[in-house]
């Protein structure tokens, strides 16, 4: 499971089984740590995160015998995309290495419950190591996947889809899906895209970038963002200008929008959930915050899971009256129905991130809808994410249904994703 995870599921499993504290074991830390916590004596369930499973699960086998069942929480999370062995290098990796230790683990015997409310994850390949647990037969090798499923550039990256009935039957031959409608009813919400316009000097700086982020946008998007420095840069050019030392007085920008947000927030006695891919942009709006008087924390990946746990308690109770979120860390386990209003500073870059966001605020029953703010420069790349996060909807929802995600102008569907009749239609190969 996500590390974030960790006690929340530690209370709800001596909640709803007949363990006691003693049998259950979180697995975390250092390596002497780790083993400390393995070797306990009592221990039937070890609860961790998907990286220190990957690091330890050889450990496990060799000291208990009879570790057979293998659950992951948020499955999604951990495993969307497919890896081997280097077959040059057995040491190498090519794709993930947790996911190549779950393949080994599950092959040397034991069940596999893999639960998520997402598990298309962005881009339908993610479905395929779930798939490749459940019977390799259906596809045998990932480039078979990929040839059912996928069109391809020049350079073997996906940029269209196919094939959607076909996943889906194979999902739904395997899985239990349960959709938030049939568990809570249709999500009472309702999206407002805020329209802000930056400064002078600002507007300059982005427009220098622009034109390379657009492309790592469009190259990249579908498979990672980690090598997108430029587009990097833009979004932070964007969220936080006065780190490159642009000044400008804008009282159009989103930070004069959601001053305008916290002063309605203060005379209505509400609280607020904010949420910023931009680690620089989080600091900065509860900083701005906590000086209108507001007690204002951040949750990112600098917080321990511990220290979270107690920003979640503090923040149902009141004490912290606003949470400045990072999408990843926020985006699972957390229940905060008392709050009327969600932030989107900027998106992240997942359809399934967004959903779950703002489903922080969605559990329980409302007596009025939620407020869903997307704050979006004009003309900028804020509107090319949301066109992206609305096709990665399209598919998903082609697949395994529930809520689609609606930010913007969608892309014309003939341009994104393809059934088999279109191809044969298109004569598209």
């Known amino acids: 499971m996500p590390k974030s995870l960790l006690s929340k599921n530690y209370e709800e499993l001596l909640l709803w089984s007949n363990l006691q504290p003693h049998q259950i074991v979180l697995v975390d830390g250092t390596p002497e740590q780790r083993k400390k916590q393995m070797d306990w004596k009592d221990g039937r369930v070890f609860m961790m995160g998907f990286d220190t499973f990957a690091n330890n699960w050889e450990y496990l086998r060799s000291k208990y015998s009879n570790v057979v069942h293998f659950c ?56 395929f190591p779930v798939i490749h647990l459940i019977n390799p037969v259906y596809y045998g090798t990932y480039s078979t996947f990929e040839s059912w499923h996928c069109i391809l550039d020049n350079w073997g990256k996906p940029i269209m889809y196919k094939n959607h009935d076909r996943l889906s039957a194979i999902l739904d031959k395997h899985g239990r899906r349960i959709t938030y409608q049939e568990a809570y009813g249709e999500e009472n919400k309702q999206i407002f895209v805020i329209q802000c316009n930056m400064g002078v000097n600002q507007k300059k700086a982005y427009r220098q970038f622009e034109e390379r982020a657009i492309l790592e946008l469009d190259d990249g998007f579908i498979e990672s963002k980690s090598s997108a420095t430029t587009l990097r840069k833009c ?58 008087g507001r007690t204002a924390e951040v949750m990112n990946g600098d917080v321990a899971g511990t220290q979270r746990m107690w920003q979640d308690k ?13 999408p990843d860390v926020a985006g699972v386990g957390f229940n905060w129905e008392h709050v009327n209003t969600v932030i989107f500073m900027m998106l992240d870059w997942q359809d399934t ?6 489903r922080r605020a969605l559990r329980g029953t409302r007596t009025k809808p ?18 992206k996060l609305n096709w990665k909807s399209e598919n998903r929802l082609r697949v395994e249904g529930g809520t689609e995600v609606n930010i913007g102008d969608k892309p014309k569907a003939d341009k994104m994703s393809l059934s088999m009749a279109d191809i044969v239609k298109t004569g598209t190969n």
Not at 75 to 104: A, I
Not at 261 to 270: G, R, S, W, Y
Not at 370 to 384: C, G, P
């Open 353 to 358: 991130t967004f959903i779950q966001n703002y």
């Open 72 to 127: 992951g929480d948020e499955f999604h999370r951990g495993f969307s995309t497919h890896g081997v062995r280097n077959w040059r290098n057995r040491n190498k990796f090519d794709g993930p290495r947790r996911t190549v230790m779950l393949y080994e683990f599950l092959h040397k015997g034991g069940g596999l419950l893999a639960t998520t409310g997402t598990l298309i994850n962005g881009r339908l390949t993610s479905a």
């Open 314 to 326: 503090r923040f149902r109770e009141g004490d912290i009256t606003d949470l400045v979120c990072s």
């Open 370 to 387: 939620l407020r869903i703010l997307v704050f979006q420069y004009r003309a900028s790349i804020d509107q090319k994410i949301a066109q």
């Open 235 to 292: 979004m932070e050019i964007m969220q936080v200008p006065e780190l490159f030392d642009i000044q400008d007085s804008n009282d159009d920008g989103k930070e004069a929008h959601l001053r305008d947000e916290v002063e309605l927030a203060i005379e209505e006695k509400q609280q607020l959930l904010i949420f910023d891919p931009i680690k620089n942009a989080q600091a900065k709006w509860a900083r701005i915050l906590n000086d209108m």
